[in-house]
């Protein structure tokens, strides 16, 4: 935490809506905590990460969680120069040596991270111990990664003659690609995650112009290319503060081993909101940070990843247009590490409101293609 970093917040009430998956919601103080917020049965932990600022623009995202509990993101001062780190389960960061156009997007528990540097069009890997490589698809140009498993399998978006379809490679050396093409549309598919059993997940640009999400599994692939599965959009729960709100579009962006998704909708408001998927049974559970707050009557909190233990990672905005990194966890199941936490009582939480952290991060674009330069 940086000195001077905190800016005074008033604490009000938020009910958050859960059902399906976590059942229903409670209720959570917030925003200003010095310990974990409690909101649908999860431990929120906010933060910032190196090179945050607190103008609005500016500040902290989230972009990947490994099934180690390290996360993986940037932060920036001013919403251009960013500065990458892995945040480790400890607390502590580590400085990932990138350029400040680079954006790290996904990481495994080896420590691999793999991204996208808009600065000169190309994808990289970057090894827990090593250089960065450049990711290169053959017969396409200017890809973009996005996520990485257990086994070095990496995904993303790339060209390919006037179409912009995902990619499933075996490894940062382009082998075994496999194409992904959307289930209707233009063909502008983004892959974002993909488990350890071949489960790809993303979303695509759809014939209303608007974004949903997919799933893919590659054992079903021909001929080196798969078609992905629509997933039907969730049906969005009202929303404190959002009389009237109706769904635009909604992207996933990660996946765990259980099959369950992470993600976000955005809603006519312009507002953003995080999602649990499961993908067994299509059920959705809608969840944002209880420091989430409206800034010129829009808000947003987007996940953006979850491991196997159910931990899940991604970031919001405060009253300022301020953005902040957080993870949370389960407080039950799922082998869940908050078990062995301190979590205080909703009560308790109330009596820590000591003003709240400006963390951050613009809101650099309204998903992940648009944030690093790539059609959506």
Known sequence: ?????????????????????LGAGVLASTPCFAGPLIADGYAFTNFDLPGSGAIAGAGTTLNGIANNGAVVGFGTADGVNLVNSIRNPDGTATAL??????MALGLNSAGDVVGVDPGNGTAFFLPSAGAAQTISIPGGFAPSAFGINDHGNIVGQYGYQNLTPGFFIQNAAGNGLITIHAPSGPDIVNAQGVNNNGLVVGYYTGTDGQDHGFTANLALASGGAITGSAVADPTIPPVPGEPGA???????LGVNDANIAVGYYGDSTSSQHGFLLNLGTGAYTFLDNPAMQFSNGVETTQITGINNQGEIAGFYSDASGVFHGFTACPLVGNGSSCAMQSVPEPGSLALACIGLMTLGLGLYGRSRARRTGTAS
């Open 97 to 102: 040596n990138l350029d400040s156009s680079a």
């Open 1 to 21: 935490m940086k000195p001077g970093m905190f800016k005074r917040a008033s604490c009000t009430p938020r009910v958050l809506i859960g059902a399906a998956i």
């Open 246 to 252: 109706t769904f635009v579009f909604s992207q996933i």
